[in-house]
């Protein structure tokens, strides 16, 4: 069956960095896009972060832009979001997303994690 399983996610204080995994499996992982996605408490999921399938071209919000980086690994069916510059604002749970097509809306991705939860601050 498909599987994605995010991990990293934990307690830091702004400014801090963390690394964000994907792993996954159960489906032809390099013809997928993949996407992070979050969700803090109260608030709609929002995109964060994708890199397209075949191109590898990569999207960011503004949010992310120049603070967050995605990136995959073909061999081993992972993709991982390295976040610089926390903020308290980046706290949510964070889901890693795959999508046969060439978008970055919620509604097109095919298969989701479960999440992984990022803290920053108290």
């Known amino acids: 069956q498909v599987q994605l399983v995010e991990s990293g996610g934990t307690l830091v204080q702004p400014g801090d960095s963390l690394k964000l995994s994907c792993q996954t499996s159960?489906?032809?992982?390099?013809?997928?896009?993949m996407a992070w996605f979050r969700q803090a408490p109260g608030k709609e999921r929002e995109f964060v972060a994708a890199?397209?399938?075949?191109?590898?071209?990569?999207v960011y919000a503004n949010s992310a832009k120049n603070r967050f980086t995605i990136s995959k690994n073909n061999r081993l069916k992972a993709v991982y979001l390295q976040m610089d510059n926390l903020k308290p604002e980046d706290t949510a749970v964070y889901f890693c997303?795959?999508?046969?097509?060439?978008?970055?809306?919620?509604?097109?991705?095919?298969?989701w994690g479960k999440g992984t939860l990022v803290t920053v601050g108290s």
């Open positions: 890199i397209r399938r075949i191109s590898n071209e990569v």
């Open positions: 159960g489906f032809v992982f390099a013809m997928f896009g």
């Open positions: 997303a795959a999508t046969a097509g060439e978008t970055e809306a919620p509604g097109g991705m095919h298969y």
